[in-house]
């Protein structure tokens, strides 16, 4: 008999309970639930397993000095004694992360894909008295911008927590549509839930009642940031609004519209925008909200200007979030490319400032999105495994992904129609999140071809050559702005055009020695969504068909270009 013994009735905490008892059960063990008033029982039962759930503050209060333990960010720990095991948390959400991770450890459960809960015929277990686990970063999760699918989403969410995420970005406009649907969820794993991203014209749309008069139409007549304290104040006292209304709400995070400024109008554009979430975070201060504010600083139309902080004084009350668009995510940051170069110049200055003033700055990343990366989707398993230690060597605080869905086009709608990105994007997410959380990438990657047996040599190699294949397409998205390489239609023929058909006909080279007579007749039953009803080996399979096609359409369409 498995007794789970909690000390507090948080929710996060019950839920923990909750998901304990049922993975117990499922792994096929009897379990009870108790309050801490078992433990003054003066005899356990020699049967019994206990798992106690207690937060860090109240076990060290427990114990003497010498067993006390000391855990960084929303880690967690196990100490076993006898038939004792404590799983202990800086907070109710890490107690959640324990209790998972003990079901992984001591079960075998694996939450790999969506919707998939398994368990594996061994477990691994743990040998140790003590067992301490730490994030790598201390924000870690996903920017949704326009995805109004609400199931989709609260899948995220559950499976996200159990591979270790604790953060959700939503833009207001989505958070208006789909909160109904997802707060319970939010609220019951203790996760940190941020709002912003490219909203402003939204909160000026409700605040004017329609009328757009004033919103922002582009740079030339945005007036916002610099002069127009009036409507700030308006948005102000609407985002606070919006926070009293959602407990949930950790943080704002609002950015300017996505148009590039012009140099013209670049002087003191950053100042005033940081100025703006300054006053932000004070008002949210004064209606006593515990909520953090931050700023983008971001190469919206590749500009520079929007990016780098030159003279620009870093906020002392509002934190950092740095996003550079247009990376080549065939090469690392360190890369001697003349806009990388300057790009991580600039990140090592923000942090720099940032650290000087005791804020934080998160890295927000592309590695789900289908729009920068396009439909010829990259597996990204060294870049990213590559990428968050070089973020944490910098001394980066986080990592967010975005994850964006493919972008429908008329020339290729018929392959686009059942393209299954939710799944394509998935083993992206997968790695970050698991390496992000401080899990090493060798057994993240193990765990992730376990399920391919005697082909997961030759799975995992197909998909690394992939990597090497594919996501060099990313470098073009500079050279070709705002086209990509499956925008051809949009680009004339220029000096790119020969290098860019030469790495398409490699790939499809490559990509047509592979046999895929095992998944054609199912090919008439798959759609966008429904890859739960195959399995993973198929879905990559899958995978390979649309890339094969899509990569041999866009081989023609430049192919055209250089006759």
Known sequence: MHKIIYFQNHETILFAVEELKRLIEKAGYKSSVHDQSVLTETEANENDFRVILITTTQYCAMVSKENKVNINSDGFAFVSSGKDLWIIGNEPRSILYGAYMYCRKFFG??????????????????????????????????????????GYINSIIDWGVKNGQNEFFFTFFLWDEIKSYIVSGLKKRGVQVTLGGHSLRYLLDIIQKGNKKNSLENYENLQFFAENIALQDEVINKIISICKENEVISRISLWPEDVGIEEKNADGFLLNYIRFTERLKSSLNISNLAVEVEYIVYNAGLSWDMLERKETKVSDTADVLYAYWGRDYSNSIHASEPNQVRAFQTLEDWSTQTSMKGRSLTVLEYYSDHFMLSELFPPLLTRIASDLHDYKQLQIQGVLNLIVPVHQKQTNHKVSANYPWQWIHHLNNYLYSRVAWGEKYEVVLEEYFAVFKEEKEAFQQMLLDLENLISPYSKWNIPLFPARVVDSEKVDKSASSLQIL???????????????????PLIAIQTKDNYSSFTPREMTLFYIYYLRLINKNYSEEWGSKVQ
């Open 109 to 150: 459960y694996q939450w790999i894909h969506l919707d998939r809960e398994e368990i594996l015929e061994q477990s691994q277990g743990i040998n140790l008295d003590l067992f301490i686990h730490e994030p790598m970063f201390g924000r870690r999760g996903n920017i949704f911008e326009t995805i109004d699918e609400p």
């Open 502 to 520: 030469t790495e398409l006909k490699a790939a499809d080279s490559y990509l047509s020695a592979i046999e895929l007579s095992d998944i054609e």
